[in-house]
């Protein structure tokens, strides 16, 4: 396991590949760790439903890079749209709510297929950005990607981007840059999730006072 805040033995700057979710996730993260590491972005998100929704993510990503690091040291890579892997762990899962087991298995296939790409194209470490996120266990990711780091060879890079207040930074990077935001992972059951949270929010609100003068 690598230390995000600590330069390697030595000075080198590791190589790492950086899974993302979604640009305003990425923005605080890639602002953390370039001081120390040279970082490459890897989208993949077969979760993301519909197709639009992750061609606009991608997109939205590929564009903060553009005017995050214009002299071109981050590279995104966008991997191929595979919904079928996600729909293959939540079959049966449906009801588990968020941050149950269908989440855990979301991460675990998200994180495996950025440690191995790192692992076939040369990378030093591996690592995501889905920490930063106050609705994510920054436990359970770190200890997926110990596991991973132990079956596939490929360091993981510690992960708990929320920590040294990430997430409020990444919302003010969303807003200097622009970035589109969202307030669900991407999948059908965190969308439906929102939703009804949303209703539940607006049925508690108070309604017009029945004695008030029209």
């Known amino acids: 396991m690598i230390d995000p805040d600590k330069p390697a033995v030595g000075g080198a700057r590791l190589k790492v590949l950086l899974h993302i979710c ?3 996730c990425s923005s605080a993260t890639l602002e953390r760790l370039q001081e120390h590491f040279d970082v490459d972005f890897y989208f993949y998100n ?3 439903e519909p197709y639009a929704e ?4 991608a997109g939205e990503a590929e564009r903060f ?3 995050f690091r214009p002299d071109g040291g981050v590279r995104v890579i966008v991997a191929d749209y595979d919904h079928e892997a996600f729909e293959a762990i939540a ?3 449906k009801d588990i709510p968020e941050k149950g087991e269908r989440c855990w298995l979301c991460y675990a296939l998200r994180m495996r297929q ?3 790409y790192a692992k076939a194209h040369g990378y030093d470490a591996f690592t995501t950005s889905l920490s930063i996120s106050p609705h994510k266990s920054s436990a359970k990711i770190n200890e997926i990607g110990m596991a991973l780091e132990a079956e596939l060879g490929i360091p993981f890079l510690w992960s708990d981007f929320k920590k040294k207040d990430g997430y409020h930074r990444s919302i003010q990077l969303s807003k200097l840059y622009g970035l589109y935001r969202q307030d669900w992972c991407g999948c059908i059951y965190s969308r439906r999730e929102r939703e009804r949270q949303k209703r539940a929010r ?3 609100l108070p309604g017009p006072d029945p004695k008030a003068a029209p």
């Not at 992750?54 to 993510?57: D, H």
């Open 54 to 57: 992750f061609e606009k993510r």
């Open 114 to 116: 950025a440690a191995l």
């Open 202 to 204: 607006a049925a508690a």
């Open 91 to 93: 079959r049966g899962r």
């Open 22 to 24: 979604c640009a305003p």
């Open 65 to 67: 890079v553009r005017a």
């Open 46 to 48: 077969p979760n993301i």
